[in-house]
């Protein structure tokens, strides 16, 4: 037997314990950097395979499954943190915790990575090199749990040639994959504003500070940064989701808080992006009457594929599912933690299709209703089973 027709037969024959596994973390999911629970059961498993993980950043894993003696290292990775969001799936492994909820995927990443360790421990003896598995924590939180992984030497020891990661997405049908080569997603930071100004009754505005008209002019204002300053060829988006002033009807407040967030996907234009967004909201609330408070929570830079590490991955998995269900996949503003492994190493991130109509499940990420087909679970471990092996001997 061919080793990809021995792969193909494992991960199909891994589906029942690979969707045990995804339904067990769906049921018990965890926060960001709260992950305790979901690591121990990632090392049991992993311990069950012979393998020997390593705990780091807290609540993060390393293992190494050793082949052959080979010159080369590829590191593949998964996340495990949920989301705060109250499930409305009724399924028999809804979340059991409330306000918590595998809303992005997260439990397919580690279940299916799990499936790939297991995979590549019974065929060690069939490829050459070393392959890292890393399981992080914290992705869907500032400053995202890669970079503690990688200060903690997540990419040392032995520092691999590549990295890849796989994620969900309910935009692409079951059984298809999806890549790009080059810029994938953008950077993105949280921008926090404090209007402040002086309160008092809404009949009487001459004697307040009204910071909600500040507010407001500073909303407006904002977005000529990007109209006015930004190269209209490079995709950046500046959007503010949450306002409160905390006043009444008849009762201007003291201030006004703002959130939101800025995309990038060039880092010098961030880094300038940024200075003006603190200078203008402070410019407009001291002309104004009142003052602003800026702070930037800074969080992942931008995510750039591999040229030519993706193309080989397509290659591999081309291969692997037919190049009809290969597809490609748009440029996203959308903002992902594995970047910061980008940036250190050759790296690629790859789309996992999860949706059917049929079944229902179209669902986006991050919603109460995100549910994946897991006929998915039986192409994905050794998906990446097989691009790893590959790209050992490339």
């Known amino acids: 037997m061919h080793l990809i027709d021995k792969i193909k037969s494992l991960s199909e024959s891994l589906q029942p314990e690979v969707i045990k596994w995804r339904r067990h973390l769906h049921a018990n999911p965890e926060l960001s950097y709260d992950e305790f629970n979901t690591a121990k059961f990632v090392t049991e498993q992993l311990k069950s395979f012979g393998l020997e993980p390593m705990s780091m950043a807290t609540t993060g894993l390393v293992a190494l499954i050793q082949g052959k003696p080979g010159k080369n290292t590829i590191a593949l990775r998964a996340d495990m943190d949920a989301l705060p969001i109250e499930e409305k799936n009724n399924v028999a492994y809804k979340s059991t915790k409330p306000g918590v909820m595998h809303a992005c ?6 279940a299916s990575l799990l499936g790939t360790a297991k995979i590549l421990s019974q065929i060690k003896n069939e490829f050459e090199g070393t392959v890292k598995l890393i399981f992080q924590p914290g992705e869907e939180k500032n400053p995202g749990g890669a970079s503690y992984m990688i200060k903690e030497g997540a ?20 059984g298809k994959v ?30 307040t500070i009204d910071p ?10 904002l977005q000529q940064v990007i109209s006015r300053n930004a190269n209209p060829k490079q995709p950046t988006v500046l959007t503010f989701g949450r306002i409160m002033a905390e006043g009444a009807t008849n009762i201007i407040p003291n201030e006004v808080n703002i959130a939101g967030t800025f995309r990038a996907l060039n880092e010098q234009w961030r880094k300038e992006g940024l200075e003006k967004i603190e200078k203008m909201a402070k ?82 990420v991050h919603s109460p209703t995100f549910d994946i087909d897991e006929d998915a679970l039986k192409l994905g471990p050794g998906l990446m089973a097989w691009m790893a092996i590959q790209e050992l001997s490339s």
Do not use: W
């Open 105 to 110: 995927g997260h439990d397919v990443h580690t």
């Open 212 to 221: 909600v008209v500040i507010a407001a002019h500073i909303i407006i204002g």
């Open 178 to 207: 999806g890549f790009r080569e080059g810029m994938y997603m953008a950077s993105s930071d949280e921008i926090y504003l404090k209007v402040i100004g002086k309160g008092g009754h809404g009949a009487a505005p001459e004697l």
């Open 283 to 364: 410019g407009i609330a001291e002309s104004m009457g009142g003052m602003c408070e800026v702070n930037i929570s800074h969080g992942y830079p931008y995510l750039e594929n591999n040229p030519e590490l993706t193309r080989r991955i397509r290659q591999a998995a081309e291969a692997y599912v037919g190049k009809e269900n290969v597809v490609d996949i748009e440029l996203t503003l959308g903002s992902e933690d594995f970047a910061y492994y980008s940036h250190v190493v050759p790296a690629s991130f790859y789309r996992l299709g999860t949706r059917n109509e049929a079944k229902g499940l179209t669902s986006y």
């Open 155 to 174: 990419l040392q020891n032995p520092t691999p040639n590549s990295i890849i990661g796989q994620h969900v997405m309910p935009l692409v049908p079951v």
